[in-house]
């Protein structure tokens, strides 16, 4: 099974009972569902359930192309947008913390490109809106030892890696935007990373934190030698997906 399928987690204590995930997958089976419109409702309405679905069942749903909802954890809290903080740290000469509002008044760059999922699913076109990682970077001056970058989450679990030459380039992003509006609260706001050719799992969700390290420390799903630490769509991870 593929390894970012959510397990059941202590998280609420509400395990999906079977009978409900086998009456889905009947549903599937049986053409019920169908149409881009329900496939999104029925993909909302699961996206808790499928969040603790122990099975992977819901992933034999007909869902279609639209996002799947994932945290290793639990639940995460919300941020509000006013208390939202972005830690900058580790080998640079100018440790920087920015707000939200600091982050919404740099220049913003737009990017439409497909997102995908080492499972296998797949968004075409989604629209991104957020700040270079290349131009933080260059406004806290990684000093010469610097070479990778270490992400956390306010999640407090997950964590991901780039080299500085992928965070430099011009389709890596600090995300305020998602799907045309503010990165929602189940997909990682009110920040999230997007890296747009590389996997679903380097795009942390609810970023809080950038600390440039002096080598790649693999992140959550690489340290557990699931993923790759380099993520490129079609070139890793033994799959053959087109690039994005
Ligand atoms: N903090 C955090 N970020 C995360 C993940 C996660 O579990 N926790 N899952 C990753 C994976 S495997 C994918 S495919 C995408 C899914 O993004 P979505 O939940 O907005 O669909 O988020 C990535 N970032
Ligand atoms: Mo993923």
Redo the contacts with the bound molecule.
């Keep these: 099974m593929a390894a970012?399928t959510p397990s059941v987690d202590a998280g609420d204590g509400t395990p999906v009972g079977r009978r409900i995930l086998l009456g889905l997958a009947g549903l599937g089976v049986a053409g019920v569902v169908g149409g881009r419109a329900v496939q999104e409702r029925l993909a909302t309405w699961l996206a808790p359930i499928e969040s603790r679905d122990p099975t992977g069942l819901t992933s034999l749903l007909p869902l279609g192309n639209t996002?799947?909802?994932?945290?290793?954890t639990g639940g995460v809290k919300h941020k509000r947008a006013a208390d939202y903080r972005l830690d900058v740290t580790g080998l640079i000469a100018r440790p920087a913390t920015y707000t939200l509002a600091q982050l919404a008044a740099m220049p913003q760059t737009s990017l439409v490109r497909d997102f995908q999922?080492v499972t296998g699913w797949r968004v075409p076109e989604v629209h991104w809106k957020g700040v270079r990682l290349a131009d933080i970077l260059d406004k806290v001056e990684p000093i010469a030892k610097a070479t990778a970058i270490r992400f956390r989450?306010f999640?407090g679990e997950?964590t991901e890696s780039l080299t500085l030459a992928q965070a430099r380039r011009d389709d890596v992003i600090v995300a305020l935007e998602m799907l045309g509006k503010k990165v929602t609260h189940d997909?990682?706001g009110p920040v999230r990373l997007y890296v747009a050719p590389m996997y679903?799992?380097k795009?942390?969700?609810?970023l809080s934190g950038i600390e440039l390290t002096a080598e790649v420390i693999p992140g959550y799903w690489e340290d557990t030698g699931d993923y790759d630490v380099d993520g490129w769509i079609g070139e890793s991870n033994g799959r053959e997906d087109e690039p994005a």
């Design positions: 970012d996002f799947r909802f994932y945290s290793v999922c989450s999640d997950y997909h990682g679903g799992y795009s942390i969700k609810w």
